[in-house]
């Protein structure tokens, strides 16, 4: 299948930094400051929206005219009730409802299979903007047991989800621990869609993805999570629609987004591990209709790594975000790296630069 290029505007040559010295084809690219790893975003106006990095726990606010740095910021970790030992939340996925954010994070164990109870989060939050001045509060309670409460449904136990999470086994070690990472066997959730009335919230997992026993593929999943508002204002048990199965060629989901312009909903599909295939599919929001394959992603020799699509009202053009965090930045010596995580040939992932500022994602304009 014929590759399509993303169609790319220019922002600004304001704050351009080593994010965008990985553009390496004729395609421009935005470039923000101040965090690495984009992973769930949405828009809060016609120019700013809000984005969570999955390294750390803290919401920022961005302008899409320009400004590279954050014009907002604000800490989750107390009200997440993060424990100090492995602080990392994981967020994954946001969507919003009014004035209301839900947002998840991973539900998935470490990079080496370790349990970290810190990833355990839905939670929401309330955001207003006016007259430029923004302001977050939380919403509720945060849900530490969304994914223990899903695979105890029949439905669940019959795609084995149990093999991916694996909560009952406490003494895992060596290999049999490994293959629960998130991009090997272990669960890993990175979209979150609202319906367009709000009631409904499509949870997307970008792994494990159950293999068809008739055609032998994998399949995405999605589960729809039909009482959100009450889960998270009531602390109710949350209650699950039956699992809806795609053949994304493979791929898991990395964002959904619904867009009220094409009255429909977007998908960027990827794969579980750090391969770099991307795909871009359009779902009607008819469980018996299965997506159709808007185009192919070509960003592979640029190393963008898609996980957040972002609607903006009215707007025919989606905003696409870059988790850049394992780029490798040059540095000029070993202190602007985090100790011990010094490459070869002074160079440094993004997400480890010991100074924010110089951290660094980037974002493009899509258009499908």
């Known amino acids: 299948m014929k590759i399509i290029n993303v169609m790319l505007l220019v922002l600004s040559l304001y704050g351009v930094t080593s994010c965008a010295a990985h553009n390496k084809t004729n395609q421009t690219v935005f470039v923000f400051q101040g965090m690495s790893d984009a992973s769930a975003a949405v828009a809060l106006s016609r120019n700013m929206f809000i984005v969570a990095d999955d390294e750390n726990n803290v919401l920022r606010v961005y302008k899409v005219d320009g400004n590279s740095a954050p014009v907002f910021s604000y800490d989750l970790t107390s009200f997440l009730g993060i424990a100090a030992e492995h602080p990392e939340a994981d967020i994954e996925g946001a969507t919003m409802v009014g004035e209301r954010i839900y947002w998840i994070t991973s539900h998935g164990r470490n990079n080496e299979g370790k349990m970290r109870p810190n990833r355990y989060r839905f939670f929401a939050t309330s955001v207003k903007v006016k007259d430029q001045h923004i302001n977050i509060e939380p919403a509720g309670t945060p849900c530490r047991t969304l994914v223990h409460e899903l695979i105890r449904t029949e439905s669940m136990r019959k795609l084995d989800l149990q093999r991916a999470t694996q909560f009952s086994a406490t003494n895992l070690k060596g290999k049999e621990r490994a ?31 159950p293999r068809n026993v008739a055609t032998g593929r994998e399949q995405s999943l999605v589960v729809a999570l039909n009482n959100p508002s009450q889960v998270i204002e009531k602390a109710e048990a949350p209650i699950f629609s039956e699992p809806i199965l795609w053949d994304l060629g493979d791929l898991g989901i990395r964002s959904m987004e619904y867009s009220h312009f094409y009255e429909a909903y977007f998908i960027v599909a990827g794969p579980h591990d750090e391969q770099l295939r991307f795909a871009l599919y359009r779902w009607s929001g008819k469980k018996d209709t299965p997506p159709i394959l808007v185009r192919e992603l070509d960003t592979d020799q640029s190393k963008f790594a898609p996980e957040a699509l972002v609607a903006f009202d009215n707007s025919s053009s989606f905003w696409l975000l870059s988790d850049d965090g394992s780029l490798s930045i040059d540095v000029s010596d070993a202190s602007e790296c985090m100790k011990g995580k010094l490459l070869k040939g002074r160079k440094c992932l993004n997400k480890h630069l010991t100074c924010p500022s110089k951290k660094c994602f980037r974002g493009m304009w899509l258009k499908p």
Not at 179 to 206: H, M, V, W
Request: with cysteine.
């Open 179 to 209: 293959k629960l990472a998130p991009k090997k066997q272990g669960l890993n959730i990175e979209g979150l869609c609202a319906s367009p009335d709000g009631r409904t919230i499509y949870i997307g997992f970008r792994n494990p993805r």
